[in-house]
């Protein structure tokens, strides 16, 4: 997933990730409890709070030490053993934050003939992929359908897309035929296939890891009268609206990581206008609307 950020002169890092293999795992670390119980697709997990180290633990399997502030995690897992996909997304993030970066789960495209990007959040399950590619076959160009990493340190709102691959619903390829050259015979338990972003590129414009400024954030609902519809939406909704699927809390509250998380979001929401982009039977409908919206 990160090759294509791969960069061709080496840098002085803001952050170290150490891996190592052993039989050997401390799984009863100092410290808060924050979370204990099970986590999507990973199982039993607990998260301990030391001072500045986050904790996880996979009991038998792996753990990772995380220290925002030293900008480092040590990340160790038993041999044999099923890396969890937790761990790694936790780690992403620390590494991203100490770049002053946040990662949101949100879509994110570029406008037609024009370096800006949308970014479009919506719960998982809402539609978001289905609507990114439906404007992608409208000329705007797709940075991700899913995971968007934004900055507004520098005073101004940028944000660049994580590069992996899109998981394409069987509705969603029903719904948008020209994805069917990229489509395999196979579905998942989920009805889903992922799909690379070069095998996309072939059929719509697929942007590079670039950051871009940002125009506007539309939270994505789906319309009561199956007709596609675009209306102002308060900043302080917006906020809400991302905030609840963005910032984790835990038995201790915010953590740090995830105050600073917050305060992006605060940032991004105050800079940009915000709409509800409320989508029907024909999601392609909102591109029409997005550049009215924005001219």
């Known amino acids: 997933m990160l090759a294509g950020l791969r960069i061709a002169e080496p840098v002085e890092p803001d952050f170290r990730l150490g891996i190592t293999e052993t039989e050997t795992l401390d799984e009863t670390p100092h410290g808060s409890l924050v979370f204990d119980g099970d986590v999507p697709e990973d199982g039993s997990c607990r998260m301990i709070e030391d001072g500045g180290t986050i904790h996880l633990v996979f009991p038998g399997r792996q753990t990772v030490a995380i220290n925002g502030g030293e900008g480092s995690?040590?990340?160790?897992?038993?041999?044999?053993?099923?890396?969890?996909?937790?761990?790694?997304?936790?780690?992403?993030?620390?590494?991203?934050?100490?770049?002053?970066?946040?990662?949101?789960?949100?879509?994110?495209?570029?406008?037609?003939?024009?370096?800006?990007?949308?970014?479009?959040?919506?719960?998982?399950?809402?539609?978001?992929?289905?609507?990114?590619?439906?404007?992608?076959?409208?000329?705007?160009?797709?940075?991700?359908?899913?995971?968007?990493?934004?900055?507004?340190?520098?005073?101004?709102?940028?944000?660049?897309?994580?590069p992996r691959a899109v998981k394409i619903h069987q509705k969603t390829a029903q719904m948008i035929p020209r994805v069917a050259p990229c489509l395999g015979q196979t579905w998942d338990r989920n009805g889903e296939q992922p799909v690379s972003l070069e095998k996309l590129a072939g059929i719509m414009r697929v942007e590079n890891a670039s950051a871009r400024p940002v125009a506007a954030l539309l939270h994505l609902a789906r319309s009561a009268d199956s007709q596609t519809g675009l209306v102002a939406m308060a900043r302080t909704d917006a906020m809400v609206a991302l905030a609840v699927d963005n910032v984790r809390t835990g038995m201790t509250g915010l953590l740090p990581m995830q105050k600073r998380r917050l305060a992006t979001i605060a940032g991004l929401v105050n800079?940009?206008?915000?709409?509800?982009?409320?989508?029907?039977?024909?999601?392609?409908?909102?591109?029409?609307?997005?550049?009215?919206?924005?001219?």
Do not use: Y
């Open 73 to 162: 995690a040590e990340l160790r897992v038993r041999p044999g053993a099923k890396a969890a996909w937790t761990p790694s997304m936790l780690v992403l993030d620390a590494a991203l934050d100490a770049g002053g970066q946040h990662m949101l789960h949100t879509a994110g495209l570029t406008l037609p003939d024009s370096d800006a990007v949308v970014l479009i959040h919506a719960p998982s399950g809402t539609g978001k992929t289905t609507t990114s590619l439906a404007l992608a076959t409208q000329g705007f160009g797709l940075c991700s359908d899913d995971a968007m990493i934004v900055n507004v340190a520098s005073g101004k709102v940028v944000a660049w897309g994580l």
């Open 271 to 295: 800079s940009v206008p915000t709409f509800r982009l409320e989508v029907g039977a024909r999601p392609a409908d909102a591109a029409a609307l997005i550049r009215a919206a924005l001219d």
